[in-house]
């Protein structure tokens, strides 16, 4: 007698509308950082312009 093999079940591939709905959240939550980082690096510039001695 042969020892029965169990089969793995695998997780099925994503939807092409889900991955490209997750590709686009990570291409706008990118899109808001780069916004954030920009308009930091605007403020910090604009301190040490105005207020030499912080």
């Avoid at 169990?6 to 899109?31: G, I, N, Q, S, Y």
């Amino acid at each position: 007698m042969m020892p029965a093999r169990t089969m793995r079940k695998t997780a099925p591939p994503a939807a092409p509308a889900e991955r490209d709905v997750v590709a686009e959240c990570a291409l706008e939550l990118r899109r808001i950082g780069d916004k954030a980082d920009l308009r930091q690096k605007l403020l910090n510039l604009i301190t040490k312009l105005f207020c030499p001695k912080t």
